[in-house]
């Protein structure tokens, strides 16, 4: 029977599970395939996959290389999340030391669209340093200094420096700011004068955290009602993100298009050289069958 070990924890690599699995609510096989699920085991209570489970790192390249031998393994498909990119380069490095075959399997990336006010940044720390210069940069208000290009639109229509139907800052106080960019990246927003931060994640953060933070334990899926009430309530300037795609968070993209609100998107890492990908659970499944 081949044997495929899924590196999960995503909304794909459960419907991946389920479809090698025939559709089981229970078994591990299906359609002579015998999956086996990894979780890394940083969120409590996570929601797991049909079939067989186990919790925990490998230890790096070296441990995932030593446990694909061990178990005998014949496909390897990385589904873990887009900004997972230690785990995705563990998988590529313990894929080419025993020869398993790689696949990974990525939802595909937001796209900005008509009425949106997107910024793109190439990291965590490049979307930090964009706030710091909002905070600082004189202007009349958080939108005009975080994308001035959008402040007039090209049809001559209105500003949009203010957002409409939401108590922004005006000249004053500091860049309120929605951040959804996972509890593991705090620390990256530690230190920026002018700046607040509710700060949305599935489980508490830890130390070190900004000094002006509010921190949301939520768990999606989302609605666009229930993200534009919050956006109002907290008086929010901008959204930080990561571009990790899938209908599960997009709610807030279209709660901050509806508002006028500015997005600092934060880019996906680059997949290592030479690994194949695949967008869909259907299509990751035909490749793991062989």
Request: aromatic content about 4%; charged content about 20%; overall charge positive.
């Amino acid at each position: 029977m081949r044997r495929v070990l899924i590196l999960g924890g995503t909304a794909e690599a459960r419907a991946l599970a389920a479809e090698l699995s025939g559709g089981s609510s229970g078994g591990s096989s299906g359609g002579g395939v015998h999956v086996v699920s990894s979780l890394a085991g940083r969120v409590s209570n996570p929601r797991l996959p049909v079939g067989e489970v186990r919790e925990g790192g490998f230890g790096g390249a070296d441990g995932l290389a030593a446990w694909l031998a061990a178990e005998r393994i014949d496909a390897l498909v990385d589904a873990t999340h887009p900004f997972a990119a230690r785990m995705t380069a563990s998988a590529a490095e313990a894929s080419a030391r025993t020869g398993v075959p790689l696949l990974v399997l990525r939802r595909p990336g937001w796209r900005e669209g008509p009425g949106d006010a997107w910024q793109r940044v190439p990291s965590l720390p490049a979307a930090a340093a964009r706030l710091s210069e909002a905070a600082t940069r004189p202007g009349d208000g958080p939108a005009r200094a975080l994308l001035p290009e959008v402040a007039a639109q090209p049809s001559g229509g209105p500003a949009r420096s203010f957002l409409p139907g939401t108590a922004v800052r005006r000249g004053g106080g500091p860049v309120r700011v929605f951040l959804t960019t996972g509890r593991r990246s705090l620390p990256v927003f530690t230190g920026l004068a002018g700046v607040w931060l509710l700060a949305r994640s599935v489980d508490p953060p830890e130390p070190p955290l900004p000094d002006h933070v509010h921190v949301l334990l939520d768990r999606g899926p989302y609605t666009v009602e229930g993200e534009r009430a919050l956006i109002r309530e907290h008086r929010l300037d901008v959204l930080v993100t990561k571009d990790s795609g899938g209908p599960m968070t997009t709610a807030k993209l279209v709660a901050a298009r509806e508002l006028g609100l500015p997005v600092i998107m934060v880019d996906r890492p680059p997949l290592p050289a030479g690994v194949r990908l695949a967008e869909t659970a259907a299509e990751a499944a035909a490749w793991a069958r062989g």
